[in-house]
């Protein structure tokens, strides 16, 4: 079961304390300049909503700066600096039964929540694969449409495989896993065979909560 989080709300349709990101995502979609954070406890939101977004936004966990151009221990990864989510863009996910075990992935509108395509379930596969297919699903359907928007992903390792046009699982090939490796087999290939300007960028759980196309099964 996933941990409680806590969501402040500094700028947005109504300030203040949630604990759901359904209830955070009502007070900061479609709101220009939104300024929002989770929380691992209820005293750390409380502290933060008091001090203000100025003391927290555009700070590492240790509150530190995040941006020092003169120094080199000052670079900052995507995760410490999670900036503003782009709305118009696609978030993909996996569920799964077992890992490996049953899988299924989709890719909805970061904005609405609305589902944009589905896969599955597949008899037999893992996490990871999942990632990198809905990614690549995401790619291929973005390409189809002459669109350019963004892709969300919370699978640095499905990212790492995009990037380099290879899955690469220990889970064996047989009968039983047939069908989602000629699933990655074919999404290889398309990744060979094909360029695309879409950025492919990282969700930032810890600072947005779990990604919208999220299945709920943590």
């Known amino acids: 079961m996933a941990k409680q989080k806590y969501y402040v709300v500094w700028v947005g349709n109504q300030p203040g304390i949630y604990t759901s990101w359904n209830e955070c995502q009502q007070q900061v979609n479609q709101y220009n300049g939104a300024k929002f954070k989770a929380f691992a406890s209820k005293a750390e939101a409380e502290e933060a909503y008091a001090k ?6 555009g700070k590492s966990s240790q509150g530190s700066p ?17 900036g ?22 989709k890719g909805v509108d970061t904005q609405t929540g609305d589902v944009i395509f589905s896969c599955g379930p597949i008899p037999n596969g893992t996490n990871n694969l999942g990632e990198f297919l809905a990614i690549v699903h995401a790619l291929a359907y973005l390409k189809k449409i002459g669109s350019t928007k963004t892709v969300y992903s919370d699978s640095v390792n499905a990212m790492k495989w995009v990037k380099q046009k290879k899955a690469v699982s220990t889970l064996p090939r047989n009968a039983s896993t047939k069908e989602i490796w000629d699933l990655v087999d074919r999404a ?27 299945y709920g099964r943590k």
């Not at 203000?52 to 936004?57: A, I, R």
């Not at 503003?84 to 992935?105: H, K």
């Open 188 to 214: 290889e290939q398309w990744l060979r065979n094909n360029t695309y300007e879409n950025k492919v960028l990282k969700w930032q759980t810890k600072s947005w909560g779990e990604i919208k196309a999220d």
């Open 66 to 82: 995040m941006t020092n151009a003169k120094s080199k221990k000052s670079r900052v990864s995507a995760q410490e600096e999670p």
């Open 84 to 105: 503003e989510i782009d709305y118009d863009s696609i978030s993909v996910d996996v569920g799964t039964r077992g890992n490996p075990g049953l899988v299924e992935y």
């Open 52 to 57: 203000g977004w100025k003391s927290f936004w």
